[in-house]
């Protein structure tokens, strides 16, 4: 198991140089194309949780301390992971000429789209710090765990995605499911809802998924200014560990086929 | 000659051997193939969808899914460094295949490939370019996915500018590029490159009379620093006279081997062409 890592972790290094420059090169088109360029990473998240504290306060009525921030802070790692999944879906098939001529390895552009991603997420945590201080929430030093709590999200989100990318070339109907599955996970997560609104019998099954760990102690450094569990830390490292390996492996044994049907 | 090491940052293919030293490859051949083979599977039903994989299984697959059909068949030659290596053979033959197995984007199904050196193709011009970048950036790019970092790069920038001609349009995105400006820094960034190994696939249309004189100019410059080129082409006139030897497939088998003179005659035969039909 640990070869398998190792390799890809030591592949993914030797093209750190197009890694950077592609990142470069998606920031660049991202915020020279549109008028707003950066600000609209910001408004994006800003928007989503204007709307958010107005339908909980005003039409579902719960009323919770600082809304605000405590959406935001799950919000962003979660859509770190479903934008990174769902671009980097059809990457593969999209770079098929590509593949065709320089042999590359076949999830390079999955890491560049969530590298990119990762500077996207990053950008958008300036308006999280900005909303915390404008609604004078404590901004705790516990903040300062986040890249941390970053790793074992990066190696989840890049899995799924490659995961997504190979049933893509096989199945086409990959796109529908995973918008359906986005979806559904993101209603399931406690993203929009404290963990504590869920009822213990469902709450046993909601929390086998590893994201759900994941986002409610990156919530947790920034809304509650709660130092993060070490043994939740290890315990989602692990699991991201072991879904990269088995992502990996399926990938690898794709691979080979891959030509032929792209 | 390239050491080991460079070999290695060029090439990501784990079987690019080259065993000089301990014998299993001859240090005059650039690329040998031995027995290769490659099966393609037909799909009777292609790009499945969900619903018929899950009618596939109940149906426990009375019908075989996909039959084989071999584009490669126990395909052996090797190439000597140096060399200008033609292969020739009608549309169908296995010439696009086998550029791809050599080029170490398909793995074949059987046999084995040895190459010494690195090894990059021209096969389409500028696939990798990224159409919302300019000139300059793009040959970064391409130059990072064969891992070379950009300062590797920034001193050959004039140097490809100028191969391509493209002096005024540097800065401009290559979606305004007209065709041939297109191909040009296409084919002046894979040139760049400069592999041990070039595989060619029918790319002298490029530009006019005048630049295609200039990419034959390169080719020459390169043979002549010891290197070797892998041609796919249907251009028999340039086989007979440029090549140093060609081999000519039929239906994925080697049909002959050796002087390109007699390969041509051989295409061009009544008999190699009904063999087909």
């Known amino acids: ?262 | 000659m390239l050491s080991q090491s460079d070999i290695n940052k060029v090439s990501v293919r784990a079987d690019l051997d080259c065993k000089v030293g301990k014998d299993p490859m001859d240090s005059s051949l650039a690329v040998s193939v031995n027995n290769v083979t490659v099966s393609y599977r037909r799909y009777h039903q292609p790009a499945s969808s969900l619903k018929e994989s899950v009618i596939r299984i109940f149906k426990r697959r009375k019908t075989p899914r996909y039959s084989q059909f071999n584009a490669l068949e126990d395909v052996s030659f090797s190439v000597k460094k140096g060399e200008i290596f033609a292969i020739i053979g009608s549309n169908g033959c296995g010439k696009s295949t086998l550029l791809k197995v050599l080029a170490g984007v398909l793995t074949p199904s059987a046999g084995k490939i040895s190459a010494c050196g690195s090894i990059a193709s021209l096969i389409e011009l500028g696939a990798g370019f990224d159409s919302e970048l300019t000139a300059i950036e793009n040959i970064f790019l391409h130059a990072a996915l064969h891992r070379k970092p950009k300062k590797a790069v920034e001193s050959k920038i004039s140097k490809i500018i100028d191969f391509a001609e493209l002096h005024d349009f540097a800065d401009t995105p290559v979606k305004y590029y007209s065709s041939g400006m297109y191909a040009r820094l296409g084919f002046a960034v894979a040139i760049d490159i400069d592999p041990d190994i070039l595989l060619v696939d029918e790319i002298l249309a490029v530009g006019d009379d005048r630049f295609q004189e200039k990419c034959k100019q390169a080719f020459r410059d390169f043979i002549l620093r010891g290197k070797t080129i892998i041609w796919v082409t249907h251009n028999m006139g340039f086989v007979a006279e440029q090549a140093h030897r060609a081999l000519l497939l039929q239906k994925g088998r080697v049909l002959y081997m050796g002087d390109p003179k007699e390969a041509v005659k051989l295409y061009l035969d009544p008999s190699y062409q009904t063999a087909l039909a």
């Open chain 1, 1 to 262: 198991m640990p070869r398998l890592l190792i390799d890809f972790f030591a592949q993914a290094y030797s093209y750190r140089h197009y890694l950077v420059q592609s990142v470069r090169r998606d920031l660049a088109k991202k915020y020279k194309r549109s008028s707003l360029g950066y600000v609209w990473t910001m408004l994006h998240p800003l928007a989503m949780m204007l709307i958010m504290s107005f339908v909980m306060s005003h039409v579902v009525r719960v009323q919770m301390k600082d809304y605000a921030v405590f959406f935001l802070a799950a919000v962003l790692p979660w859509n770190y992971f479903n934008s990174t999944s769902m671009m980097s879906l059809n990457s593969i098939r999209a770079n098929a000429k590509l593949f065709s001529q320089i042999p590359i390895p076949k999830y390079l552009f999955i890491l560049s789209i969530s590298a990119s991603n990762l500077v996207n997420f990053l950008l958008a945590l300036v308006p999280l710090v900005l909303v915390m201080a404008i609604t004078g929430k404590e901004i705790s030093p516990t903040i300062l765990f986040f890249p941390f709590l970053l790793l074992p999200l990066y190696i989840i989100t890049i899995s799924v995605a490659m995961l997504l990318a190979v049933s893509n070339i096989f199945f086409e109907d990959t796109l529908h499911l995973a918008e359906v599955g986005m979806q559904a996970m993101y209603f399931l997560l406690p993203i929009i809802y404290p963990p504590s609104m869920i009822p213990d019998r469902v709450s046993n099954i909601l929390s086998l998924n590893p994201l759900f760990f994941q986002i409610q102690s990156i919530r947790n450094i920034f809304y509650l200014g709660e130092m993060p569990n070490l043994f939740f830390f290890f315990l989602n490292l692990g699991v991201a560990l072991v879904v990269l390996f088995f992502a990996l492996k399926i990938f690898k044994r794709a691979e080979d086929k891959l030509l032929y049907f792209i």
